[in-house]
């Protein structure tokens, strides 16, 4: 969690929770998780854990279409707001994980409930491997 939070951090003016937070503050990214699916194996003398996560990002949803733009530049896979491209930079998370990919869309943009309102929101699926 805290190595997907402080990954997604480094995009520039992105506020990043290791948890789902109640009441993010946009533009913001939340580590949902882990998922079902999350397995553990010992093949080979290895202990590798797949982890199986949501990554959650949350924009303003005033300007529905500045919201979906925000939402579509994390969801990316370039630019310097793509949390796909972040990520790939740095897959083992600075020693946190064997490796870490970028599955695909898990939940597209729709507005989201939260303690302070309605957001527009989207998930990514990540998966990490773990020893």
Aim: aromatic fraction near 8%.
């Amino acid at each position: 969690r805290t190595g997907l939070a402080e990954k997604a951090a480094t995009i520039t003016g992105l506020r990043t929770y290791a948890y789902m937070h109640p009441k993010p503050e946009p533009p913001a990214g939340c580590v949902g998780g882990p998922k079902a699916g999350t397995t553990y194996s010992t093949a080979f003398r290895d202990e590798v854990w797949t982890v199986a996560f949501d990554l959650w990002f949350f924009t303003n949803p005033a300007d529905l279409v500045r919201a979906q733009q925000s939402l579509d530049a994390y969801l990316d896979n370039t630019g310097t707001k793509s949390v796909p491209a972040a990520l790939g930079a740095d897959p083992d998370l600075a020693g946190l994980s064997v490796s870490c990919r970028v599955v695909g869309v898990s939940e597209p943009p729709r507005l989201v409930d939260t303690a302070g309102g309605q957001l527009l929101g989207a998930a990514l699926a990540v998966e990490l491997l773990v020893t």
